[in-house]
């Protein structure tokens, strides 16, 4: 299936994310062209250029940083020259806001969070989570030649080796952006660097109460762990940004990574499931937790914690 993968960049640097959607776009047969969308393309181009990749296509337009409108005008150029049957882009802030708008426009099947993607007989199909990722199901696109798929980050390898692909210089018309990008705030580090701690103890919505967080800073503390958190406790504004872990937190690779009462939703095990050891406490035996942890306790987080108490 012809499939048009859109580059993501960011100060700079290629996004894995690009190279990741090419091996997608690569599992589905090719060709595979890739559109760099930059004020100068030829900065990206050796790093996009690699093996599977048929064609480059450099499209030069004003903005140095992604901004939606520029993007989302340039992708509906390339699709009407081009007419990919699948349009591939990440699941990322950027591109979920043009994506779906995109596919919108120009009637397009659609699907985001895409995990999975196979080509059945020259028919489309794709996998996502359902129901907070409580169920993973398969869509398909009848009736639609073309599909805008927004691609989950990390679920594919990122494409490697030397490519040959021809790069195509692509002239945009300059395109009329009502939001632009001024510039970059770094976000506050907080007290804590989560991505850099040996050992973290992550509490999740089983702590039940923002109550019960102090008993687990201080089990962190005298255990000589960081404590970390899963989303729902960030969102509840129990715990600071800076100590989520996860797709939209932090991806952290602890020597050690306990997990209490978290459940291992996807977006949860994207950020932490390459940890060294990881522990999990969890009630539900069928948590999805157990599938990437190491050493598992149906049990009480509570009562685990009491009997940690006692020997720390
Ligand atoms: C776009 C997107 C991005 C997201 N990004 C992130 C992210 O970065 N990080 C993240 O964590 N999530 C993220 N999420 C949310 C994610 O889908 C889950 O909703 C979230 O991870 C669930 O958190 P949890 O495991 O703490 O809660 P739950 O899923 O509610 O799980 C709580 C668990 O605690 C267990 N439990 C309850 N009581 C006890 C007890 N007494 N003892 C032991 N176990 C107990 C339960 O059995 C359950 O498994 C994202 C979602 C979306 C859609």
Known sequence: MKTLVVAEHVRGELRPITLELVSAAKSLGGPVEVAVIAKDPSAFTAAVNVEGVDEILALAVEQDEFENDVYQAAVEQLIAE???Q????GFTVGSMGY??????????????????VRDEGGELVVERSFYGAKVNGEVEFPGHDRVVLLVRPTAWQTAEGAGSATITEVSVAPASSRARHRDWVEVLAGDVDITTAD???SVGRGIGDKENLEQ??????????TLSSSRPLVDAGWM???RQVGQSGKTVKPKVYIALGISGAV???????????IIAVNTDPEAAIFNV????AVADLFEVAEELEKLY
Do not use: I, W
Request: glycine fraction near 12%; aromatic fraction near 8%; proline fraction near 5%.
């Open 293 to 296: 942890a190491h050493y598992g």
């Open 82 to 84: 081009r007419e990919p």
């Open 267 to 277: 977006q949860h095990l994207a950020g932490m499931k390459t940890s060294g050891t």
């Open 86 to 89: 699948v349009v591939l882009l």
């Open 99 to 116: 994506g779906p708008a995109l596919a919108a426009k120009l009637g397009t099947g659609f699907a985001s969070d895409v995990f999975a």
């Open 216 to 225: 687990f800073e201080e089990l962190a503390a005298s255990m000589g762990a």
């Open 199 to 201: 050992f973290l103890l």
């Open 240 to 242: 600071p940004n800076a």
